[in-house]
Nanobody
Framework: QVQLVESGGGLVQPGGSLRLSCAPSESIFSFNYVGWYRQAPGKQRELVALIASDGLTNYADFVKGRFTISRDNAKNTVYLRMNSLTPEDTAVYLC????????????WGQGTQVTVSS
């Protein structure tokens, strides 16, 4: 089974920065997309950012200009650099890996807590 191990969450003050890491048990190139989602209490899970196997990226409007998704091919790791954090960014952040062809497969990490508070 595919495992996605997330790390980097924690407590940070408003305006601070944090970097999350997602290390899949399989090659990141095994997936068409690797992305970060988040879920806050009482809210639906929402897409934060994703990176396709060809390197193209996409961001939710609420993080555009603040967050950056990237990958280190040698380390087989996808990162989410989060800058200018606000309390509204507080959530559990989950890594997601998606295969779209030849058959759809989707995998989720267990999540890492990000808390933005003074």
């Amino acid at each position: 089974q595919v495992q996605l191990v997330e790390s980097g969450g924690g407590l940070v003050q408003p305006g601070g920065s944090l970097r999350l890491s997602c290390a899949p048990s399989e090659s990141i190139f095994s997936f068409n997309y690797v992305g970060w989602y988040r879920q806050a209490p009482g809210k639906q899970r929402e897409l934060v950012a994703l990176i396709a196997s060809d390197g193209l990226t996409n961001y939710a409007d609420f993080v555009k200009g603040r967050f950056t998704i990237s990958r280190d091919n040698a380390k087989n790791t996808v990162y989410l650099r989060m800058n200018s954090l606000t309390p509204e960014d507080t959530a559990v952040y989950l890594c997601n890996a998606l295969v779209t062809v030849p058959g759809r497969r989707e995998f989720w990490g267990q999540g890492t807590q990000v808390t933005v508070s003074s």
